[in-house]
């Protein structure tokens, strides 16, 4: 099978490699350009592990051929800090508000939660539960997960953050 050239911009950078055609985003990010932040959990879309975000919009890169991305803005968990280091806002709350255990899912499940507050930036419970569906968690039960998506909410809308009374 020939290979093919492939340009993007991931993370702000432009990037290019010749690649398989039938060579999966996940396998480009990971194993090209060596950024091993996205997991690989399922190779069949089911656990969300592997988001990235892909001209605006949240995508399994598990789903998507590196072909496909061609000319697209990528962005993945290693683009979300600060030029300086500090963590993003939702990398912050992740730590914050122990939304993370193991950690396997974290980086798709912020990916995901970014998307999901650029599209809605004050999300209740019920919106953010199901905005994250998409992506599976072995480990937490979700409960801080959400939590740390509220908080990071309430930070960005420059409110403070109150924990909801169970």
């Given at each position: 099978?020939?290979?093919?050239?492939?340009?993007?911009k991931v993370n702000?950078?432009?990037?290019?490699?010749?690649?398989?055609?039938?060579?999966?985003?996940?396998?480009?990010?990971?194993?090209?350009?060596?950024?091993?932040?996205?997991?690989?959990?399922?190779?069949?879309?089911?656990?969300?592990?592997?988001?990235?975000?892909?001209?605006?919009?949240?995508?399994?890169?598990?789903?998507?051929?590196?072909?496909?991305?061609?000319?697209?803005?990528?962005?993945?968990?290693?683009?979300?800090?600060?030029?300086?280091?500090?963590?993003?806002?939702?990398?912050?709350?992740?730590?914050?508000?122990?939304?993370?255990q193991c950690g396997?899912?974290?980086?798709?499940?912020?990916?995901?939660?970014?998307?999901?507050?650029?599209?809605?930036?004050?999300?209740s419970e019920a919106?953010?539960?199901?905005?994250?569906?998409?992506?599976?968690?072995?480990?937490?039960?979700?409960?801080?997960?959400?939590?740390?998506?509220?908080?990071?909410?309430?930070?960005?809308?420059?409110?403070?953050?109150?924990?909801?009374?169970?």
């Open positions: 099978m020939s290979k093919r050239n492939v340009s993007m702000g950078k432009s990037v290019s490699a010749e690649v398989e055609p039938r060579m999966l985003l996940i396998h480009y990010l990971r194993e090209h350009l060596n950024l091993t932040g996205s997991h690989i959990g399922c190779d069949t879309s089911h656990c969300g592990a592997c988001t990235v975000d892909v001209d605006g919009k949240s995508v399994k890169a598990c789903t998507l051929f590196a072909v496909q991305a061609e000319g697209a803005q990528v962005l993945t968990i290693e683009g979300m800090a600060g030029a300086d280091g500090k963590l993003h806002v939702l990398q912050e709350a992740f730590r914050e508000m122990h939304g993370l396997y899912c974290t980086p798709g499940m912020i990916m995901r939660a970014q998307r999901l507050l650029q599209e809605n930036p004050n999300p919106e953010i539960r199901i905005g994250i569906s998409g992506n599976l968690c072995r480990c937490t039960g979700y409960q801080n997960i959400v939590k740390a998506i509220q908080y990071a909410a309430a930070k960005i809308n420059g409110v403070e953050y109150k924990e909801a009374a169970e």
